[in-house]
């Protein structure tokens, strides 16, 4: 390697730390934005009658003959080029863009192409009788969004727009009593073989909660469909939708609540996250992973000393109560991570200073995240506070070199129940 970011040393790739590799990619990746921003001012100049010059029937053309492609590889292109560049009129009279902040923020190498295509199909969706005023605060604040979030979040951004357009919906229909019905056999090993049948109506019902919960993590690079094949991810999908029922306060099991635990630990090991816990009498699972459902599993820790031996028998005192997770839903309105979009029912309440440090259990110490997310903020350089009584997370510097705050702007605009 030749070159690398200029925000890290001029080595070979070898010779750089990951954190090093991540900011030269995010670099590099600007740049490459930046330079397809300049492809999309030279095609929206040739628009202004240069391909007709060139005896081209359009630009899509031209662009296609130059790119040695076809015309539909790069109609998406030449229109995004157009919508984020200005033009010339009779007399050289300059033609405002159609979407010129994000035409700016596209120059700058601070938004994707695909960025300022959600954006771009967004404001096609405003009505015409809408003032240019409104369309332009409209813009801008979705390329304010577009700046630090991702496509979830943005796509959650632009939704809020169609909703703000069309508040009340399609008309719901009238359907007819559905017929059901589900067998199940339980083998020798334990296992349990399903079958069953589902009217259109529970069938779709039934798929528009297990199909997100089985679709691969687009966050999660190592949620990779070729170690986890669809068959696995819809049993585990199938086994999240039980997880969420039992831990409802109206479920017919025996608590009703989170799952009881008992772990046992050393106590020198959970505070340095090293060695192995075992998890009601039977698993291991590491120091690290007894910290995550200290956070919200209703463990009953079984604190040892350095010879193995039981220094104490704790109660669940730590645990989070319904009164409180109430109050986080209310709140967090769902996984208080920027950009994630899982609501509260999916969720996992989190002690920003940890229980066994002192950490308090309530509204002020927890925060609600996401199984994924959970995992993230205690396995990486992520960092999480309170301000104002709202969780403010910071980004590595290999995300952000400024390490600016950000939150959650997805649940935080328009607040749902749980």
């Not at 009779?90 to 700016?104: C, Q, R």
């Not at 240019?132 to 390329?143: A, C, P």
């Not at 997100?212 to 687009?218: C, D, G, H």
């Amino acid at each position: 390697m030749s070159e690398t970011s200029s925000l890290v040393p001029q080595r070979e790739l070898w010779q750089l730390t990951s954190r090093e590799k991540a900011a030269a990619l995010r670099d590099e990746l600007m740049s490459l934005w930046q330079q397809e921003s300049r492809v999309y001012r030279i095609i929206a100049d040739l628009d202004n009658g240069g391909s007709r010059e060139l005896g081209y029937a359009s630009t899509t053309a031209l662009v296609a003959e130059i790119a040695r492609t076809s015309s539909a590889a790069v109609r998406k292109m030449v229109a995004r080029a157009i919508a984020l560049n200005p033009s010339h009129g009779v007399g050289g009279v300059e033609i405002p863009a159609a979407a010129p902040l994000t035409g700016e923020a596209a120059a700058e190498g601070a938004i994707s192409a695909q960025h300022a295509d959600a954006i771009l199909a967004a404001l096609r969706s405003i009505p015409a009788t809408v003032s240019t005023q409104e369309r332009e605060r409209t813009e801008k604040t979705l390329v304010d969004l577009a700046r630090n979030a991702g496509m979830s979040e943005l796509a959650q951004g632009c939704q809020r727009l169609r909703d703000t357009l069309d508040p009340d919906g399609a008309e719901p229909r009238d359907t007819p009593e559905p017929a059901r019905s589900m067998r199940w056999h339980t083998r020798k090993d334990g296992s349990v073989k399903f079958d069953g049948y589902l009217d259109p109506i529970s069938g779709a019902k039934t798929l528009a909660l297990l199909e997100p919960l089985a679709a691969a993590r687009k966050d999660d690079p190592s949620d990779n469909p070729l170690v986890r094949g669809q068959a696995e991810r819809n049993g585990d999908a199938f086994l999240e939708m039980v997880t969420l029922a039992a831990s409802h306060p109206d479920s017919p099991n025996r608590s009703g609540t989170r799952a009881d635990l008992i772990v046992t630990i050393t106590l020198n090991d959970l505070k340095a996250k090293l060695g192995k816990a075992c998890l009601d009498m039977v698993t291991d699972i590491t120091a690290s992973e007894a910290r995550i459902l200290a956070c919200d599993c209703k463990i009953i820790p079984a604190i040892l000393d350095g010879e193995g031996q039981p220094l104490e028998m704790g109660r669940a005192k730590r645990l989070v109560t319904e009164a409180i997770r109430y109050m986080l839903a209310i709140r967090d309105c769902g996984c208080a991570f920027p950009g994630c979009t899982r609501k509260p029912r999916h969720c996992e309440a989190h002690h920003v200073l940890p229980w066994h440090a002192g950490g308090k259990t309530d509204l002020g110490n927890l925060v609600l995240l996401c199984g994924y997310h959970h995992r993230l903020l205690h396995n990486s350089d992520w960092t999480l506070r309170m301000v104002n009584g709202h969780p403010e997370f910071t980004p590595p510097a290999f995300l952000d070199p400024w390490r600016r705050p950000r939150t959650n702007t997805i649940h935080t605009a328009q607040p749902r129940a749980a």
